[in-house]
Nanobody
Framework: EVQLVESGGGLVQAGGSLRLSCAAS??????????IGWFRQAPGKEREGVSC????????YYEDPVKGRFTVSRDNAKNTVYLQMNSLKPEDTAVYYC???????????????????WGQGTQVTVSS
């Protein structure tokens, strides 16, 4: 069982930065047994993957729209995953979610239903 809580969203101007946090409460297994993914959902659009990070070796993966601008990292001692977002664009505006699945490695273009646990989301708004 995993409970996830995102924080760090807000309003920022284009070109600015935000750091999102995803804090986990884990029972039964340990935090590093889980792949953590970041997804986002803009108004009127489907939820889409942004990035993910493996638990076994902390390997990060990024979808093309955020590659080179976003950095995902995890601190297993704190049961927390971070998403550093730089050079933000108005098209990054969305509700951002973190999600967890018991797996060794993560993969890009994962479907939403591949993840078992979800946070409540945090709003990121980028003004032009």
């Amino acid at each position: 069982e995993v409970q996830l809580v995102e924080s760090g969203g807000g309003l920022v101007q284009a070109g600015g930065s935000l750091r999102l946090s995803c804090a986990a409460s884990v029972s039964g297994l340990t935090f590093d047994d889980y792949v953590i993914g970041w997804f986002r959902q803009a108004p009127g659009k489907e939820r889409e993957g942004v990035s993910c990070i493996s638990g076994s070796d902390d390997t990060p993966y990024y979808e093309d729209p955020v590659k080179g601008r976003f950095t995902v990292s995890r601190d297993n001692a704190k049961n927390t995953v971070y998403l550093q977002m730089n050079s933000l664009k108005p098209e990054d505006t969305a509700v951002y979610y973190c999600a967890a699945v018991w797996a060794t490695f993560c993969r890009l273009r994962a479907r939403v239903d591949e993840y078992d646990y979800w946070g409540q989301g945090t709003q990121v708004t980028v003004s032009s």
